[in-house]
């Protein structure tokens, strides 16, 4: 996020509290124990033990190929763990999807599916009724809250096809908004937008826990995980997670990035470029 001045995400209470609360019979929004996914004979995410409380803004961050998106995906059940637990609302994820929104990485959506803007933020209401039920008030009111705050009311009637990958990165932020979730997990929701959607997508993040949502996202931007309540930092397994000042620490990211790594005075975090063969914005791991 580096340049944009946007505030702080802070949590209601102002602290982050990743053990489940003893004094409420609540189940934390995400469980994790000893959590595996392999695809075939590879392992993609191993040994994740992670409690992620209620209301909180998480972001995972780490190398490419290193199973951020495979463990959004277990959370929403698109992918099955092969080991371990995990709980999503206490549930089973097969048992959580309505109340889980999960926007793919724009790369990966399937961007051939012949729905205008307005149809694909109504759909988001079916992920939470189930699929075409009668929409009540109520629903219409999410939908054109999430169209207002996404910014897309002039893209209502055109086809996700025509749209550039930024205006439909919008309208599949604005379905998983108007599906009201409890658990809403963005896939690099920050990546290829411009300065002022950047902004946007940070304030409806702050707005959704607000609201007692769980956001999970994932990131390769350092300034983007220390703008969370706890930061996940994967390598296939855990390297770290908690506060972002506890996780984003030189020796952390050198572990989880393979060494070369050093941090600035002012908190930027620094590849090593002599080493470092991919030449992206330097605090873009
Ligand atoms: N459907 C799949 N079938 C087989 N292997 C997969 C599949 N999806 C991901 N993988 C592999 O699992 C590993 C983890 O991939 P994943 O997409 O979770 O990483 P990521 O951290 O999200 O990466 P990136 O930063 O590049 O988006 C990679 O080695 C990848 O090649």
Redesign the pocket.
């Known amino acids: 996020m580096g340049t944009v001045p946007t505030p702080p995400l802070r949590s209601p209470s102002g602290s982050v509290d990743v053990r489940p609360d003893s004094r409420t019979t609540a189940p934390p929004a995400l469980l994790m124990s000893g959590l595996g996914v392999d695809?075939?004979t590879?392992r993609?995410?191993r040994d994740v033990d992670l409690t992620v409380p209620t209301g909180a803004v998480v972001a995972i961050i780490?190398?490419?190929?290193?199973?951020?998106?495979?463990?959004l995906s277990t959370i929403s059940g698109l992918a099955r763990p092969t080991r371990g637990r995990l709980e999503v609302l206490g549930l089973q994820p097969r048992n959580a999807r309505r109340r889980v929104a999960h926007v793919l990485?724009t790369t990966v959506a399937n961007e051939a599916v012949p729905l205008t803007v307005r149809e694909t933020v109504k759909m988001g209401c079916y992920g939470r009724l189930g699929p075409f039920r009668p929409l009540r008030a109520a629903d219409r009111a999410a939908i054109d809250e999430a169209v207002e705050r996404m910014r897309i009311g002039d893209l209502l009637d055109r086809q996700l096809l025509e749209l550039s990958g930024g205006q439909r990165q919008r309208a599949y932020v604005a379905q998983a908004l108007a599906q009201r979730a409890d658990v809403i997990l963005l896939d690099?929701p920050i990546t290829g937008l411009d300065l002022v959607t950047q902004e946007t997508i940070t304030e409806v993040i702050d707005a959704e826990r607000s609201r007692g949502a769980t956001v999970v996202l994932?990131t390769?931007d350092v300034g983007t995980a220390q703008l969370a309540d706890l930061v996940v930092l994967?390598a296939t397994r855990v390297v770290a997670s908690g506060p972002p000042a506890e996780v984003l620490t030189p020796p952390h990211l050198a572990t989880a990035y393979g060494g070369h790594v050093h941090m600035l005075d002012d908190g930027t975090v620094v590849l090593d470029e002599a080493h470092h063969h991919d030449h992206r914005h330097h605090d873009q791991l």
């Open positions: 695809y075939g590879h993609a995410v780490g190398p490419n190929g290193s199973g951020k998106s495979t463990l990485q690099e994932t390769h994967m």
